[in-house]
Nanobody
Framework: QVQMVESGGDSVQAGGSLRLSCTVS????????MAWFRQAPGKEREGVSC????????YYADSVKGRFTASRDNAKNVLYLQMNNLKPEDTAMYYC??????????????????????WGQGTQVTVSS
């Protein structure tokens, strides 16, 4: 059974930093591109970042470009998201998921939730002004 376990979320002030982790089990982690999504209350799930299976290629939504950095450790089956200069609009539940069809990230005008899975419980990030 494939499991995604996100951690590292917290409450921080604007301008602060956090590093999220996603530990994956039950599958060959290195076979998949991996993505981070987020969902704020009352809003649709939004693709934040994607990293190819090797880590050599990354994609970022415009809203986080230059502030967030995705990385992965295939030996440890862990995906990371370093978030710097956090803003109140970054407040959301953050989820990781595997690309179900492409080792290099499936991009269709950005990241679509239907192209990724399975979904874990998420980790909450709250940024106060």
């Amino acid at each position: 059974q494939v499991q995604m376990v996100e951690s590292g979320g917290d409450s921080v002030q604007a301008g602060g930093s956090l590093r999220l982790s996603c530990t994956v089990s039950g599958t060959t982690f290195s076979a998949y591109a991996m993505a981070w999504f987020r969902q704020a209350p009352g809003k649709e799930r939004e693709g934040v970042s994607c990293i190819s299976w090797s880590g050599s290629k990354t994609y970022y939504a415009d809203s986080v470009k230059g502030r967030f950095t995705a990385s992965r450790d295939n030996a440890k089956n862990v995906l990371y998201l370093q978030m710097n200069n956090l803003k109140p609009e970054d407040t959301a539940m953050y989820y990781c998921a595997a690309d179900l069809g492409d080792r290099e990230c499936t991009l269709v005008v950005g990241l679509r939730p239907e192209d990724f899975g399975p979904w874990g419980q998420g980790t909450q990030v709250t940024v106060s002004s």
